[in-house]
T-cell receptor
Framework: DAGVIQSPRHEVTEMGQEVTLRCKPI?????LFWYRQTMMRGLELLIY????????DSGMPEDRFSAKMPNASFSTLKIQPSEPRDSAVYFC???????????????FGPGTRLTVL | AQSVTQPDIHITVSEGASLELRCNYS??????LFWYVQSPGQGLQLLLK??????LVQGIKGFEAEFKRSQSSFNLRKPSVHWSDAAEYFC????????????FGTGTRLTIIP
């Protein structure tokens, strides 16, 4: 079975440019999570969706960041305009929520390493 | 609010020696607990999880963890480490009532020496 798929694996861009990161969750999973990992701040949850609906976006750093999930098999995280401090590894994860406030194992993708010059 | 503490930032162990990585949590009810491993340049992989039942949980790659409610701990153990175990290890606790968020610890980096 294919795991969580993320693209691109590496992205180098210049400050001010728009960056779009993509994620395909595991088929059948109904929750999707976007994380950011840096040396300074560790692993931070940015936003998560359940059944394509954003549930908690309290971790989104500012208005430059936006995330969408137009269908159950695709999500994007967009940064516009990008800044050097956005340089990090961005992970997508998915899980099969069991309803209510239940949680279950999150399966992580390989990540996108973003460098903003 | 729930929290996870991994008190050891970096641990060095000789190959073949035993390993214990510490994880302490703060949570208002019976938690769901996870250990993930991250190899360099890779995503996080689940090692094991505790939801309920037997407090000693077996995972992949020969790892185990024990849930101790009285100590609010979920320490990860392995009787004999291999050079391939060198990685970063993360403990996580959930759910955050009302949603599925996991709270991750800051990680413990494991170095294996020959």
């Amino acid at each position: 079975d294919a795991g969580v798929i993320q693209s691109p694996r590496h992205e180098v861009t210049e400050m001010g440019q728009e960056v779009t990161l993509r994620c395909k969750p595991i088929s059948g999973h109904n929750s999707l999570f976007w994380y950011r990992q840096t040396m300074m701040r560790g692993l931070e949850l940015l936003i998560y969706f359940n059944n394509n609906v954003p549930i908690d976006d309290s971790g989104m750093p500012e208005d430059r960041f936006s995330a969408k999930m137009p269908n159950a098999s695709f999500s994007t995280l967009k940064i516009q305009p990008s800044e050097p401090r956005d340089s990090a590894v961005y992970f997508c994860a998915s899980s099969l929520a069991r309803g209510g406030s239940k949680t279950d194992t999150q399966y992580f993708g390989p990540g996108t390493r973003l460098t903003v010059l | 609010a729930q929290s996870v503490t991994q008190p050891d930032i970096h641990i060095t162990v000789s190959e073949g020696a035993s390993l214990e990585l510490r994880c302490n949590y703060s949570y208002g009810a019976t938690p769901y607990l996870f250990w993930y491993v991250q190899s360099p340049g890779q995503g996080l992989q689940l090692l094991l999880k505790y939801f309920s039942g037997d407090t000693l949980v077996q995972g992949i790659k020969g790892f185990e963890a024990e849930f101790k409610r009285s100590q609010s701990s979920f320490n990860l153990r392995k009787p004999s480490v291999h050079w391939s175990d060198a990685a970063e290890y993360f403990c996580a606790v959930g759910p955050n009532f009302g949603n599925e968020k996991l709270t991750f610890g800051t990680g413990t980096r494991l170095t294996i020496i020959p």
